[in-house]
């Protein structure tokens, strides 16, 4: 099962989470939150959004594919934490998000 975790920024003292996989790989790195509640809400939306396709915004560069989860008005909650060198790779890491993300457990770190 994959997990999300919590850290607190000892540059800006912000909220940010990050999403591993159950293998450990780091799938997905959010944006900065101001508060650990909002940062709370963030993993709360990428756990209801993750299992709905029209959640991931596919990005296609000429060097690698990555993804970003954005919000039903289009903002982005996270973004994939590597770039892929092929499109499955990009979708297998997407699939993982879809399977793991809703029913994962949240680890504080801050």
Do not use: H, W
Not at 46 to 54: E, G, L, Q, T
């Amino acid at each position: 099962m994959g997990k999300f975790k919590v850290f607190k920024s000892t540059v800006n003292q912000q909220y940010f989470f990050r999403f591993n996989a159950s293998n450990g790989e780091q799938i997905l790195s959010s944006e900065m939150y101001t508060t650990k509640q909002n940062c709370y809400n963030g993993i709360a939306a990428v756990k209801s959004r993750a299992p709905y396709d029209s959640a991931y915004l596919r990005i296609d560069n000429p060097l690698d594919y990555r993804f970003n989860m954005i919000s039903t008005n289009y903002q982005v909650i996270a973004r994939s934490s590597e770039g892929y060198t092929t499109k499955v790779n990009r979708e297998n890491a997407i699939g993982v998000v879809k399977n793991e993300a809703p029913t994962a457990p949240i680890e504080d770190l801050s």
